[in-house]
C-alpha cells in the first residue's frame, strides 16, 4: 500500500543520517513538484517505483554523493545550472569572482570576456546574463563539460554571444582576440588534498604537485598577450608561493582577494 508523503520521508531519515530539508527536497525532484506541495499534502500517497527512486537517492546521499549531482540542478548567481559528474559543482564563493567582473567592466560598451576552463560554464553564462553587451569566450580540455556548458547557455538565452572552444588556457584564443578580462577557476587541488573529493571529476580538481601548473600557465599566457586585466580563483594556501611567481611578471600589478570567510580565494592582475 502506497506511503503517505510524510512517513515516507521520515523513514528515509529514520534510515540513513541525512538533513530533513534534503530529504524533502530529493523527494520533491522525484515527484516532479515544489517542496510546497509535500507540505500541503504531507499525507498524499507515494506509488512504489517512485519511493523506489526517492530510497535510491538518499542512499546515495547517505554514502556523500554531492545533492546537486542527484538532482542534476544547482543554483549560481540567482540562475540555475545544469551539472553532471563530467563538471565541478559551482561554488558559492566563486560568485564574487562574478562580483568582481561586474565591477571592473563597462558595461554599456561592447567588451569581450575570456573565461578558462568554464566547466559547467556557470561563470561565462551569468557574465553574459549580466553583460548583454559583452561576447564571451569560454574554454575547456573536456568535451563533455563543453556540451553541459552550451546546454547551460541554450536555456539563459545567452548562447549566441559565448563561442565555446575545446582546448587549453589561452591557446584557443585566435591572434586577432583580445578579451579585456580573463576570468579561471582552473583546478587547483593537490594530489592529498583530491582525497577530500572523492565524486567531483578529477580533471577539474587537480592543479599538480603544488596544485599551480595550469594557474603558473595561465598567468604566464595573460602577460605574454598582454590582457589587461584578470581575475583567478585560487587555494588559499597558495598566496605564498604565487608571490614569488607574480613579483616576476612584468607590467602588471597584482593583488590577493579573500573570499566571505576571510581566507584568500583570487589573484587579480592588472596591466600597468
Given amino acids: 500500500m502506497p506511503a503517505p508523503l510524510k512517513r515516507t520521508i521520515e523513514a528515509a531519515l529514520r534510515a540513513a543520517r541525512i538533513d530533513l530539508r534534503e530529504a524533502r527536497d530529493l523527494l520533491a525532484h522525484v515527484l516532479r513538484k515544489p517542496v510546497s506541495f509535500l507540505l500541503a499534502h ?59 567582473v561586474l565591477v571592473h567592466v563597462d558595461r554599456k560598451e561592447g567588451t569581450t570576456l575570456a573565461d578558462v576552463g568554464t566547466g559547467s560554464g556557470c561563470i561565462a553564462v551569468t557574465l553574459a546574463k549580466y553583460l548583454p553587451n559583452a561576447t564571451l569566450i569560454a574554454s575547456d580540455v573536456s568535451k563533455k563539460a563543453l556540451t553541459i556548458a552550451r546546454k ?89 608561493w604565487l608571490t614569488g611567481f607574480t613579483d616576476q611578471l612584468p607590467d602588471y600589478h597584482y593583488e590577493f582577494l579573500p573570499d566571505l570567510a576571510g581566507r584568500t580565494r583570487f589573484v587579480t592582475l592588472k596591466r600597468t
Fill in 42 to 100: 504531507p499525507e498524499a500517497t507515494l506509488l512504489a517505483q517512485r519511493d523506489t527512486a526517492f530510497r535510491a537517492l538518499v542512499a546515495k546521499r547517505t554514502r556523500g554523493v554531492p545533492f546537486a549531482y542527484l538532482t542534476g540542478r544547482k543554483g549560481f548567481y540567482g540562475l540555475d545550472f545544469t551539472v553532471t559528474k563530467d563538471v565541478l559543482i559551482p561554488r558559492p564563493e566563486t560568485e564574487q569572482l562574478v562580483d568582481w
Fill in 152 to 240: 547551460n547557455a541554450r536555456s539563459h538565452s545567452v548562447a549566441e554571444r559565448i563561442s565555446f572552444r575545446h582546448g587549453s588556457l589561452l591557446s584557443v584564443l585566435k591572434p586577432s582576440e583580445q578579451p579585456t578580462i580573463t576570468v579561471a577557476n582552473l583546478p587547483y587541488l593537490t594530489h592529498e588534498q583530491l582525497k577530500n573529493v572523492p565524486h567531483e571529476p578529477r580533471r577539474a580538481l587537480h592543479g599538480g604537485v603544488r596544485g599551480l601548473e595550469l594557474i603558473e600557465k595561465l598567468l604566464t599566457q595573460i602577460v605574454e598577450r598582454q590582457i589587461a586585466q584578470a581575475i583567478l580563483e585560487i587555494d588559499p594556501q597558495q598566496e605564498r
